[in-house]
């Protein structure tokens, strides 16, 4: 029964390791790395409304907001 018991506890001993082990790795993803340039488009300062109105940005006045985007064919 002795063996067993031994043989059981260093099978989940060798199981908590190796999961210590993997959780210590690297596992830094750079599929998502985004790269800039220097040259970055500067945001507008103005959006066109529905009805053709100009509508500057800083009228939102920081309040949540829909913008609905789209392009014509």
Known sequence: ML???IRITAFIATAIILMF???CGNNIDTANVVETSE???AAPVTAVSVDGVIVPIK?????PTV???WAPN
């Open 3 to 5: 063996h067993r018991f």
């Open 21 to 23: 082990l993997a959780a």
């Open 39 to 41: 040259k970055q488009e």
């Open 59 to 63: 009228n939102f006045n920081s309040q």
């Open 67 to 69: 913008l609905w985007f």
